[in-house]
Nanobody, 123 residues
Framework: QVQLVESGGGLVQAGGSLRLSCAAS????????MGWFRQAPGKEREFVAV????????YYADSVKVRFTISRDNAKSSVWLQMNSLKPEDTDVYYC????????????????WGQGNQVTVSS
């Protein structure tokens, strides 16, 4: 069982930056592709970004491309989401996800999920 613990959310003004962190309990962290999703109340969970187990491959939703960067450090069993030029429409609960298959992480079918972390961007 992989446990994912997120941190780093909060309130920021439009144009500002935040960095989300996700720490995994799994010692074989480097076996997992990792991703970030977000969800607003009453809406479906939305894909944000994914990174392969070795950090070589990344993929982003068009809405965040260029502004957000996903990265990982397998030695620290951690993945991050650097969010720049934040907009009010980025306000959501952000979730970290893990799965052994990269192709699965871009869907909402990942095997493991974090508890969610609120990001609020004020205008």
């Amino acid at each position: 069982q992989v446990q994912l613990v997120e941190s780093g959310g909060g309130l920021v003004q439009a144009g500002g930056s935040l960095r989300l962190s996700c720490a995994a309990s799994e010692r074989t962290f480097d076996s997992y592709a990792m991703g970030w999703f977000r969800q607003a109340p009453g809406k479906e969970r939305e894909f944000v970004a994914v990174i392969s187990w070795d950090g070589v491959n990344t993929y982003y939703a068009d809405s965040v491309k260029v502004r957000f960067t996903i990265s990982r450090d397998n030695a620290k069993s951690s993945v991050w989401l650097q969010m720049n030029s934040l907009k009010p429409e980025d306000t959501d609960v952000y979730y970290c996800a893990a799965d052994r298959q990269y192709a699965v992480v871009v869907t909402t079918q990942s095997a493991y999920w974090g508890q969610g972390n609120q990001v609020t961007v004020s205008s």
